[in-house]
T-cell receptor, first 110, second 116 residues
């Protein structure tokens, strides 16, 4: 079942902060975050596992509320390079495939 | 080497053609994936190979035929495609298929396919 992402799109000025949310109606084992720039490959940002383990880039911050099956990606002091489409992916178990949400388009302008 | 390389970058084919997409990784990853991505949509899983064996087939039409000749290579053979198959085809790899819910995917840049 595909996770839900919000907002669908956001426009920021450089230096502003943003939060992207991802939620599921099913219990989750993991939440994954990827960013895809136009015409490029999706790039791994962060993975959050049930139980609290996280792996990802140092400058990326995210949270995973296991009780609510919700995750949030925090982008602070945004830079032009943050522009792209952010996908969250979720897996119900450690053996499950990752299903990606519809994406959030983020545009950072000068 | 932390790359997944896909060729060709662009492919235009007719509905009666036979063509192949190729993917290569040298990270020692033992799981490889094919995804299909339509414009402004998320990647959709097509196939997963784990230790060179087909692990997942997401009910993909038989006009798409995957092949994993060895642990570094993944092919997608295309035959008698339809215009609606036009999309970006992404290859990805991960360290292993087991515990896939905890795996980090490394994607290639994709092959953009147009079916006339």
């Amino acid at each position: 079942q595909q996770p839900v992402q919000s907002p669908q799109a956001v426009i920021l000025r450089e230096g502003e902060d943003a939060v992207i949310n991802c939620s599921s109606s099913k219990a989750l084992y993991s939440v994954h975050w990827y960013r895809q720039k136009h015409g490029e490959a999706p790039v791994f940002l962060m993975i959050l596992l049930k139980g609290g383990e996280q792996k990802g880039h140092e400058k990326i911050s995210a949270s995973f509320n296991e009780k609510k099956q919700q995750s949030s990606l925090y982008l602070t002091a945004s830079q032009l390079s943050y522009s792209g489409t952010y996908f969250c992916g979720t897996a119900k178990t450690s053996y499950d495939k990752v299903i990606f949400g519809p994406g959030t388009s983020l545009s950072v302008i000068p | 080497d932390t790359e997944v390389t896909q060729t060709p970058k662009h492919l235009v084919m007719g509905m009666t053609n036979k063509k192949s997409l190729k993917c290569e990784q040298h990270m020692g990853h033992r799981a490889m994936y094919w995804y299909k991505q339509k414009a402004k949509k998320p990647p959709e899983l097509m196939f997963v190979y784990s230790y060179e064996k087909l692990s997942i087939n997401e009910s993909v039409p038989s006009r798409f035929s995957p092949e994993c000749p060895n642990s570094s290579l993944l092919n997608l053979h295309l035959h008698a495609l339809q215009p609606e198959d036009s999309a970006l085809y992404l290859c990805a790899s991960s360290p292993w298929r087991y515990l896939s819910g905890a795996n980090v995917l490394t994607f290639g840049a994709g092959s953009r396919l147009t079916v006339l």
